[in-house]
């Protein structure tokens, strides 16, 4: 009988043990999966000022976010499987091989270069002046196998090169072009912008761009926020049109859109148009600005027309080229 009892508490133990195996297996051991999801319609005359602006009382253009959940156990696997309108994206195809940390500074600067490409773009369709002040060159990636890994790091700045300031591409070029030992000066910087455009520079094995601050005959200020794309650069020169001319570019229309922006003030595509679709549909938006597809490999016009035809919604869709296109089709609308 003592034998059966020990045997008896041995499999009870052993059970016990595997159980909790599991379950700590299935909170603490991560996966290498984001889930997307549509996420909110955010009111931009709270995230931008303009001096001496006319933000809007009611009426306000409003940017469309995603939800972004780092997978970090089987339950949020599990919970993104089942839930309705999740996608799930492997996480080498979200941010390639930057850590985390070197992740998040991408995306604050890619936010920042998307402001001030906004800031670029709307003075200009305004008619007023908007200067680009270059301070140096961004470290966006390390090519595998680059001789500057241990050295330089995914969001470093590189201001001097062989002993001379360095403020863009094409001076650190000249400077490292004849192939010798140069040395670098470089340093974090999270509080100006880079361009977007990147270069991969082999002799070192990095991918770099110009990045730079913009200087404005007016202030524009942004509100902190934890928005952290540069999808909403669009949107935020839509916004600083309206608050910098006469009269109010929605018509009184609940407006919202999505897109990149350049400092010409070119519309460029984005991740998440369907989600970004879904959380303006939830939330009532009547007119949805988004990227026009341009090249032949851009979706996000096709794409957001399929979505809204398939889901039967009522927004209507328009694609654009510019922030001039929108507020082109917003004049002719009647108020």
């Not at 839930?83 to 390639?96: C, L, V």
């Not at 002993?163 to 100006?192: A, F, N, Q």
């Not at 669009?234 to 009184?252: C, Y």
């Amino acid at each position: 009988m003592t034998r059966r009892n020990n045997a008896r508490r041995l499999k009870l133990a052993v059970s016990i043990l595997l159980s909790l195996g599991l379950i700590a297996a299935a909170v603490l051991i991560p996966f290498p999966y984001y889930l997307y999801q549509p996420g909110t319609v955010e009111k931009l005359s709270d995230y931008v000022l303009v001096e001496n602006g006319k933000p809007s009382a009611n009426d306000s253009f409003n940017l469309t976010t995603v939800y972004s959940i780092k997978v970090n156990n089987a339950l949020t696997l599990l919970y993104g499987l089942i839930s309705k309108d999740t996608e799930i994206h492997r996480a080498d195809q979200i941010r390639g091989a930057l850590t985390d940390g070197e992740y998040l500074s991408l995306l604050k600067h890619m936010m920042g270069s998307s402001q001030n490409n906004a800031m670029s773009a709307a003075l200009r369709a305004a008619g007023m002046p908007a200067q680009a002040v270059y301070t140096g060159v961004f470290v966006r990636s390390l090519a595998e196998g680059s001789k500057a890994a241990g050295v330089i790091a995914p969001g470093d700045v590189i201001v001097e090169a062989d002993g001379k300031p360095v403020t863009r591409l094409s001076e650190l070029s000249e400077l490292i072009g004849d192939g010798r030992r140069v040395p670098l000066t470089v340093e974090l910087s999270e509080s100006v912008a880079a361009d977007g455009k990147g270069t991969t520079m082999p002799r070192i094995g990095i991918v770099t761009e110009d990045q730079y601050t913009i200087e404005t005959p007016v202030k524009i200020e942004y509100a902190a926020s934890d928005i952290g794309s540069p999808s909403a650069g669009f949107m935020f020169a839509l916004e600083i049109l309206d608050q910098l001319t006469d009269g109010e570019l929605t018509r009184g229309k609940f407006v919202a859109g999505t897109g990149t922006i350049d400092a010409e003030g070119n519309v460029g595509q984005i991740g998440g148009i369907r989600d970004k679709l879904i959380a303006a549909e939830r939330a009532g938006v009547e007119l949805f600005f988004c990227p026009a597809d341009v090249k032949a490999s851009d979706r996000n016009e096709k794409d957001i027309r399929d979505e809204a035809k398939r889901r039967g919604d009522d927004i209507t869709i328009v694609p654009v080229r510019t922030p001039a296109e929108a507020a082109a089709y917003l004049e002719r609308l009647e108020g």
